[in-house]
């Protein structure tokens, strides 16, 4: 059963929230590259509102959904009794959070970059790396 579904026969209210991201990362210390990495998030939240009291949970795990649901109605038993009312279903606006022509840069060009940055900055300021 879908997770929305499955909680809205629970509680009064119920919102979910589902997010997916992925990091690339370039770091730099003392003017040289310490690290590179990339990294993905993914999970889901819950908040609910159950005899008049909010409660939450967040999983990363996609397999722990049902876990995930009795934790935000158990969390509901302990939570404060809120007068609020969440908004209606309704479909999130599209947001442009990257360009594409930056995702696709290798690390080796964001490593470049990174250095052609410093090439830039420590004529001006040469004490910047103890920033």
Avoid at 24 to 44: D, H, I, Q, Y
Avoid at 66 to 78: G, H, I, M, P, Q
Avoid at 95 to 109: C, F, M, N, S
Wanted: glycine share 4%; no cysteine; net charge negative.
């Amino acid at each position: 059963m879908d997770l929305l579904k499955q909680l809205k026969t629970q509680a009064e209210q119920v919102e979910v929230v589902e997010l997916q991201s992925e990091k690339t990362s370039v770091e730099f210390e003392a003017n040289k590259l310490k690290t590179s990495a990339v990294s993905e998030t993914r999970g889901t939240a819950v908040r609910v509102v159950r005899n008049g009291r909010l409660g939450f949970s967040a999983s990363s795990d996609q397999q722990a959904l049902d876990k995930l649901a009795v934790n935000a109605l158990e969390s509901a038993s302990y939570g404060d009794e809120v007068p609020l009312q969440f908004p209606g279903s309704q479909p999130a606006a599209p947001v442009r959070t990257y360009d594409q022509a930056i995702t696709d840069l290798p690390i080796p060009r964001l490593v470049e970059i990174g250095k052609e940055i410093l090439d830039v900055i420590l004529p001006v300021e040469p004490e910047v790396y103890k920033i």
